[in-house]
């Protein structure tokens, strides 16, 4: 079965960190650009970090550049968000997907309109941070 599967996420104190894991199945993700989405309540979703296949590139919002870091285990068949210095307002759903499109600039995959149709998509893992 093709699928992605988030993990990780939890409830943690502001200025925690947590690391979020998004494993394949059934595909290399090597092969594959990976991006971390997100969606909190009443907010429409944010890209925000998205990384190439061989991880020539990655690209992270203005909202986590600094505290989050996208990074990949091709042994693992997993990519993985370390998030630092966490705020209230990073609580939200997090996915990740994974995107054959040879996109030129990284960057394209985060901020790209929502409904564009990637590969795969995870089911998601909530973040909350809160005291």
């Known amino acids: 079965q093709l699928q992605l599967v988030e993990s990780g996420g939890g409830l943690v104190q502001p200025g925690g960190s947590l690391r979020l894991s998004c494993a394949a199945s059934?595909?290399?993700?090597?092969?594959?650009?990976i991006g971390w989405f997100r969606q909190a309540p009443g907010k429409e979703r944010e890209g925000i970090s998205c990384i190439s296949p061989g991880d020539r590139s990655t690209y992270y919002a203005d909202s986590v550049k600094g505290r989050f870091t996208i990074s990949r285990d091709v042994a693992k068949n997993t990519v993985y968000l370390q998030m630092n210095s966490l705020k209230p307002e990073d609580t939200a759903v997090y996915y990740c997907?994974?995107?054959?499109?040879?996109?030129?600039?990284?960057?394209?995959?985060?901020?790209?309109?929502?409904?564009?149709?990637?590969?795969?998509w995870g089911q998601g893992t909530q973040v909350t941070v809160s005291s």
């Open positions: 997907a994974a995107d054959s499109t040879p996109w030129v600039n990284v960057r394209d995959m985060c901020i790209i309109p929502i409904g564009y149709d990637y590969d795969y």
């Open positions: 059934g595909f290399t993700l090597d092969y594959y650009a």
